[in-house]
């Protein structure tokens, strides 16, 4: 079978995957405890609280719709995989719906649950190009509009949407909601970065040179050296540039010192490296 299609294999898993470990933290952790959730899950929890309605129902008529009005402003690909995310996370709403949560009456306990597995159900789905719609069909929308950033508007509407929810739920709630949220948050952005998450760091010194071979020497990793010139001073220098995973960012701080202790450093988190010595080089 060509890699290709192991890939959509893969892919698609992942969104069938991702979707059930979110509907499972809705149904398990968010809803027995009375907490709400950003974006339409947001919305979701709040009808099933107001109404009673099914959480599955009441998730995919609101994604649909949003579907349906933003579809012009998503490629063939997100599209396919946006629809398969949405139609998934409602049937596994639906199948979850009702199961009993040990977790009761301690909101603290369930918002840090959810967190997690929210996190990981979105950072799969988002991970294989999925959505799980909602937010960020809005978000792309006003993006193509009106030049918003999408991070902006989605975390705008999920504020919104949890500071409404306070009125339902009350404040204390509320707060514990925003537990989750942040919780997810860092979930999602470890999945999708892997465990060994890269930061770029620049090093601008007048000892660069004295510095390039320190690190290549201590720290046996590439370092490129890219020709500068200072804004103010007018003076050329050479600056460092060089990507290491979080663990290493410690290390190479104090070489910098021990050498240039007037040395600017920036650092940079890199959503992904692709090439020799990183994942996805082909010898």
Not at 37 to 62: C, H, K, M, Q, R
Not at 82 to 100: K, N, Q
Not at 166 to 172: R, T, W
Request: glycine content about 10%; proline content about 2%; hydrophobic content about 50%.
């Amino acid at each position: 079978m060509q890699q290709r299609h192991w890939n959509l294999i893969r892919d698609i898993s992942f969104v069938l995957i991702g979707a059930f470990v979110l509907a499972f933290s809705v149904n398990y952790f968010i809803i027995p405890n009375m907490l709400s959730e950003g974006g339409v899950i947001g919305l979701t929890v709040i009808l099933v609280y107001l109404f009673d309605w099914s959480p599955g129902v009441v998730n995919f008529a609101l994604n649909a719709g949003l579907v349906i009005v933003g579809y012009k402003f998503f490629t063939k690909r997100a599209l396919t995989y946006t629809a398969l995310s949405v139609v998934s996370v409602a049937v596994f709403l639906l199948v979850t719906e009702g199961w009993s949560s040990p977790i009761e009456d301690d909101p603290l306990l369930a918002a840090l649950f959810a967190g997690v597995f929210i996190g990981l159900g979105l950072g799969l789905m988002l991970r294989s190009g999925g959505t799980a719609g909602g937010t960020t069909v809005i978000a792309q929308i006003m993006h193509q509009v009106f030049g918003f950033s999408v991070s902006g508007v989605v975390l705008f509407i999920d504020l919104v949407i949890i500071a409404g929810s306070a009125f339902v739920i009350g404040q204390e709630r509320a707060m514990y909601t925003l537990v989750a949220v942040y919780i997810s948050a860092k979930v999602i952005d470890m999945v999708l970065e892997g465990p060994n998450a890269r930061s770029a760091v620049m090093i601008i010194s007048n000892k660069s040179e004295e510095l390039l071979e320190v690190i290549t020497e201590r720290m046996a990793r590439g370092v490129t050296v890219l020709e500068g010139r200072g804004g103010y001073s007018k003076m050329n220098k050479q600056v460092l540039y060089i990507v290491v995973n979080k663990r290493e960012i410690v290390r190479l701080r104090k070489i910098v010192d021990t050498i240039d202790q007037d040395a600017y450093i920036t650092v940079h988190r890199v959503q992904e490296v692709y090439g020799r010595g990183y994942k996805g080089h082909k010898k």
